[in-house]
């Protein structure tokens, strides 16, 4: 249910065609909106029953299990039809958790640092188990792409949306390492309420045993909440981490900025508690990756510096690029579609932190928003990302080294696929304007 265009529906569809079942697959979209994901599948696509345009409440009688593209809620009303005539219910994450080789998983969730966490977790832990494998939540990286990667001997980290979460919990799905990072206001169009969202994500944790591991951030609101759901798994609070000192610390956040601390510690707790020695740990941080599209620096001269933080997809993601650039001469770049989220603490943040002669925003149903919460009378919008580039070119001063950082604090389906979409858009601009021999 649900093929989509980002890859995981293909991913999923491929996958269970080598299974050898029989197969529908049904999607509201159309042939031609699903163009691309059907030319993926064309090899295979006579042994699929396709039904797009459209859900048929008779698909989901006649079928004995039903897979949800993350993309699904669970409350649609044709799953409903599916969960009352008893039918098994699926996606891609329980699939996974069923058919992989190696159970020895480490699962990351939560709204802000788990992608650079679960890439840093793969990092120290690949010292450790050079058969590390880091997996999900990608377009490139879907998980019934990266299965048959898996082996026995695998150590597989799993970054995991909440979408993939609502269907999990229990015996379909526990992790050995859960990691729930810091949580804020997200995806409540989906969720309706942050009790709901972090219910969601306490799934993650619902399955393990005493024998396991739930790593969370001890200083986030919702860490109070977790431990009223009684996890049984053993506790760690990655906040409260004894593995660096002073000076490692300080020299990491002159490197990296504060707001990847919490990122550091988390990974560092959660290799530690995977069986990685201090040692090994240290000696891997000066190693650590530039995520790509988190405050990824993408071109540098002696009077420009252009950061792509595409993936800064919520009101607090932008305030932390904000509050790590401001110091220094910035143009920002923000503005998207909004997804039931508040800006009012992002408009003081701004207010406080930079000029509205430094700020340009891509329209958008955010952006609106954003606009209101901050009641400028001089706000420069535009229709496009080119149009946003062009103006933070022109505003730059060559006497003195300026950052251009797109950090848009929103999401971004209105004008792109998602955001990794909009960070390749923004990365071609880059090469146009800036790069136009490389």
């Not at 989220?341 to 002669?357: C, T, Y």
Request: glycine share 6%; hydrophobic share 40%; charged share 25%.
């Amino acid at each position: 249910m649900g093929l989509g265009i980002l890859g995981g529906g293909v991913a999923t569809t491929r996958w269970l065609v080598e299974q050898g079942i029989i197969l529908t697959v049904t999607d509201v979209k159309n042939r031609t909106e699903l163009a691309v994901s059907l030319e993926k599948l064309a090899n295979i696509a006579g042994k699929i029953n396709f039904v797009l345009g459209e859900h048929r409440e008779k698909d989901f009688l006649e079928n004995d299990i039903i897979i949800l593209n993350q993309d699904i809620p669970f409350d649609n009303k044709f799953v409903e039809i599916a969960r009352k005539t008893g039918k098994i219910i699926e996606n891609e994450l329980t699939l996974f958790y069923k058919f992989s080789k190696s159970k020895n998983i480490i699962a990351i969730t939560g709204t802000r640092g788990k992608t650079t966490t679960a890439n840093w977790v793969a990092h120290f832990l690949k010292s450790l188990n050079p058969n590390t494998l880091l997996i999900g939540n990608s377009p490139d990286k879907p998980l019934l792409q990266e299965i048959k990667k898996v082996e026995e001997s695998s150590l597989v980290v799993l970054e995991v949306p909440s979408f993939n979460l609502e269907i999990a919990g229990g015996e379909n799905f526990k992790p050995h390492i859960a990691v729930i990072t810091s949580l804020y206001r997200d995806h409540l169009n989906r969720h309706k309420t942050m009790e709901n969202y972090a219910l969601t994500k306490a799934n993650i944790f619902k399955g393990q045993t005493q024998e396991d591991y739930l790593i969370i951030d001890g200083e986030d609101e919702w860490s109070e909440f977790f431990l009223k759901l009684e996890p049984k798994s053993k506790l760690i609070f990655y906040d409260r981490q004894d593995i660096f000192s002073n000076k490692e610390i300080n020299g990491f956040i002159s490197e990296w900025g504060k707001h990847n601390l919490k990122n550091l510690f988390a990974a560092a707790m959660t290799a530690k508690s995977a069986g990685c020695s201090v040692e090994i740990i240290k000696n891997q941080v000066p190693s650590l990756s530039q995520i790509r599209f988190r405050q990824e620096k993408i071109f540098e001269n002696e009077n420009i510096a252009v950061y792509n933080d595409t993936t800064a997809t919520s009101p607090e993601a932008s305030m932390a690029a904000i509050n790590r650039f401001s110091s220094a001469k910035t143009i920002f770049i923000a503005g998207g579609t909004d997804r039931d989220l508040d800006f009012s603490k992002w408009a003081d943040f701004v207010k406080s932190k930079i000029s509205s002669e430094d700020l340009i925003l891509l329209s958008g149903s955010a952006t609106e928003k954003m606009k209101k919460a901050l009641d400028w009378s001089n706000m420069k919008e535009f229709d496009t990302l080119e149009e946003c580039f062009q103006k933070a070119l022109s505003l730059v001063d060559n006497k003195r080294k300026v950052n251009i950082v797109f950090s848009p604090g929103a999401k971004s389906f209105e004008k792109f696929k998602n955001e990794f979409d909009r960070g390749e858009q923004f990365n071609l601009l880059i090469k146009k304007y800036l790069n136009k021999n490389g």
